[in-house]
């Protein structure tokens, strides 16, 4: 189901009240320094793509398992 861009705050307000019980997973224009901001949202996931291109492959991965070890807490 398409949906216009949304922000960091109406995510959580998808996920509190709009949508609590179903799984909701962020994608487009999604960096990895946004994805600390994204899980305080509640929401279940996110897909990071473009916001990898260009960077060192050992940073990538580094801030890649960072952040899923912060996820899964």
Known sequence: MPH???SIERLAVWKDCVMPNI???TIGGITLDHLPAIRATGVDSAAVMSGLYGQNAQEIY???????TIWRK
């Open 4 to 6: 216009i861009p949304v």
């Open 23 to 25: 799984p909701i997973v």
């Open 62 to 68: 580094d801030k890649a398992c960072q952040h899923l």
